[in-house]
Antibody, heavy 116, light 107 residues
Framework: EVQLVESGGGLVQPGGSLRLSCAVS????????MNWVRQAPGKGLEWLSY????????YYADSVKGRFTISRDNAKNSLYLQMNSLRAEDTAVFYC?????????WGQGTLVTVSS | DIQMTQSPSTLSASVGDRVTITCRAS??????LAWYQQKPGKAPKVLIY???SLESGVPSRFSGSGSGTEFTLTISSLQPDDFATYYC?????????FGQGTKVEIK
């Protein structure tokens, strides 16, 4: 069974940092591209970042470029998102999702709340 | 960036109705389009990829069509489990972009 499990969300003050993790099982993680997608409360889906299977290609949305860093550890079947300089508008549920084109597997999401 | 526009934003329908949702791209994306279903508190689930290919396990009442800039998702006979929000997504080029969503409500 394929499982993607995000963790690391929580309450953080504006300007703070947080590191999200996504633990993957049930497929050959090292062969798959991965993404982070977020959803602000009551809003739609926003793609944030992409990383190729061997980390040689990385993309970011303009909204997070320079503040967020995507990475992965294929030995640990894990995906990460380091988030710095967080703003109130970053408050959202963050999902990890597999795929280079469309996203076939998704985690359950982890909530990040940026507030003082 | 490629903008994706869905219509309508909200759709009220009854069980058994035929439902059509439209997605328009700001420039041609060939058939590089996916459709997702999302229920409250849950992650999105892919229904259709490459505009018209049905994801494994998805009921055949769901179908997709279109190419270039105009796409549709059709539910041939709406079932109680289908009341949800639907999103289109283009993957012609990064950044991948989603439509704003269409909420299908019970009439």
């Amino acid at each position: 069974e394929v499982q993607l499990v995000e963790s690391g969300g929580g309450l953080v003050q504006p300007g703070g940092s947080l590191r999200l993790s996504c633990a993957v099982s049930g497929f050959t993680f090292s062969s798959y591209s991965m993404n982070w997608v977020r959803q602000a409360p009551g809003k739609g889906l926003e793609w944030l970042s992409y990383i190729s299977s061997n980390s040689d290609t990385i993309y970011y949305a303009d909204s997070v470029k320079g503040r967020f860093t995507i990475s992965r550890d294929n030995a640990k079947n894990s995906l990460y998102l380091q988030m710095n300089s967080l703003r109130a508008e970053d408050t959202a549920v963050f999902y990890c999702a597999s795929g280079y084109t469309y996203y076939d597997y998704w985690g359950q999401g982890t909530l990040v709340t940026v507030s003082s | 960036d490629i903008q994706m526009t869905q219509s309508p934003s909200t759709l009220s329908a009854s069980v058994g109705d035929r439902v059509t949702i439209t997605c328009r791209a700001s420039q041609s994306i060939s058939t590089w389009l996916a459709w997702y279903q999302q229920k409250p508190g849950k992650a999105p689930k892919v229904l259709i990829y490459k505009a018209s290919s049905l994801e494994s396990g998805v009921p055949s009442r769901f179908s997709g069509s279109g190419s270039g800039t105009e796409f549709t998702l059709t539910i041939s006979s709406l079932q109680p489990d289908d009341f949800a929000t639907y999103y289109c997504q283009q993957y012609n080029s990064y950044p991948a972009t989603f439509g704003q969503g269409t909420k299908v409500e019970i009439k």
